[in-house]
């Protein structure tokens, strides 16, 4: 299974911005969906953002206009620019990069082995 690798958290003030990056190298030549999921301390994983083989993209309503998923230049690579940050934002966020067509947005259910180890983001107010 594929271990994607998260990069760029870090700790900001509410309003500022962060860019996250992702990468799923075992992947060299077939590139697949992937996703951006979040946890809360106390909380279930959530989704933010996915973004399908095809180049669709779908936002948790709670991000949309602030946040913008995106794919690289190099297979299997993806971004999560996130802009307008705010302290309900604070959370691990943790890529997913399963060989899948399609990563649905609203279950982590057939996930479980395409996690990275996450990388946290605090907005302080």
């Known amino acids: 299974q594929v271990q994607p690798v998260e990069s760029g958290g870090g700790s900001v003030q509410a309003g500022g911005s962060l860019r996250l990056s992702c990468e799923a190298s075992s992947y060299t030549y077939n590139e697949y969906c992937m996703g951006w999921f979040r946890q809360a301390l106390g909380k279930k994983r959530e989704g933010v953002a996915v973004?399908?083989?095809?180049?669709?993209?779908i936002y948790a309503d709670s991000v949309k206009g602030r946040f913008t998923i995106s794919k690289g230049v190099a297979a299997n690579t993806v971004y999560l620019q996130m802009n307008g940050l705010m302290p309900e934002d604070t959370a691990m966020y943790y890529c997913?990069?399963?060989?899948?067509?399609?990563?649905?947005?609203?279950?982590?259910?057939?996930?479980?082995?395409?996690w990275g180890q996450g990388t946290q983001v605090t907005v302080s107010s």
């Open positions: 997913v990069a399963p060989p899948f067509d399609n990563c649905p947005l609203r279950t982590t259910s057939g996930y479980e082995d395409y």
């Open positions: 973004i399908h083989r095809d180049g669709e993209t």
